[in-house]
């Protein structure tokens, strides 16, 4: 939200959406705070969160990867326990 509410005059004096963007805001700064200081601006814009979005989902990406291995792990584990129904 604090990516999008510049592009979008009076959208901050809006009462209805600023308890959302203030909460927003409370929520992310932190992360893109680290990523701030980064030498990525050009002119007014600020380019930093575009790694910041890119290093999201690769964690994102590498969860996946991790739960689909542990699932893939269990599964293979209950074939085992099953293989001797199907031997003849």
Known sequence: MSILAPLIPGIRQMA?????????????????AAWRRLPLNIGSFDLSYFPAFYALGAARRELMKTKFRRRLARYRAEQQGYAHLYTS
């Open 16 to 32: 209805a959406v600023r308890p959302l963007l203030v909460a927003c805001d409370m929520l992310a700064n932190p992360y893109f």
